[in-house]
């Protein structure tokens, strides 16, 4: 006679593949870290404010960057702000991946392996690897899947 499969309670969590493929543009991380972080639609970080307009400008290198900005005080910002992806030059991309190599990492990930696997320099990796795991001090597992 077979074997019976046993039935998992939880969900089966996306492999490395399947999670770069999901998140490999730009546009499809900030996206979903917006549901992510208002999960009732974008409001100011600065007024509380619901009423909000979004539009895309252009940087000084050409990078184009979507925006916030608050129709009561004015204040422009980003998805990122107040958050450990605030105030970086990385793509989202690169985040989100470091993140899932983090989470998919039995006994951690150093530095040195982020620095390969992304190829990025040693002193991003590190700087990706510390932000990340002080997130994950305060932060539910499975933060980055759909």
């Known amino acids: 006679m077979g074997r019976k499969k046993k039935l998992s309670s939880t969900p089966k969590q996306p492999s490395l593949l399947e999670m770069f493929d999901r998140y490999s543009t730009e546009e499809v991380c900030i996206s979903h870290f917006e549901k992510i972080r208002w999960p009732e639609g974008p409001e100011c970080p600065k007024c509380a404010s619901k009423r909000i307009s979004k539009f895309d400008a252009a940087g000084k290198t050409g990078k184009i960057r979507h925006l916030y900005e608050c129709m009561d005080c004015k204040?422009?910002?980003?998805?990122?702000?107040?958050?450990?992806?605030?105030?970086?030059?990385l793509p989202m991309t690169t985040w989100f991946r470091a993140c899932a190599l983090m989470c998919n990492a039995?006994?951690?990930?150093?530095?040195?392996?982020?620095?390969?696997?992304?190829?990025?320099?040693?002193?991003?990796?590190?700087?990706?690897a510390?932000?990340?795991?002080?997130?994950?001090?305060?932060?539910?597992?499975?933060f980055l899947v759909a």
């Open 130 to 142: 510390h932000r990340i795991r002080k997130a994950m001090e305060d932060r539910a597992p499975g």
């Open 106 to 128: 039995k006994k951690g990930l150093p530095a040195k392996q982020l620095e390969r696997d992304l190829a990025v320099t040693y002193r991003t990796a590190w700087y990706l």
């Open 75 to 89: 204040y422009q910002y980003s998805v990122t702000v107040g958050t450990i992806f605030h105030d970086t030059h």
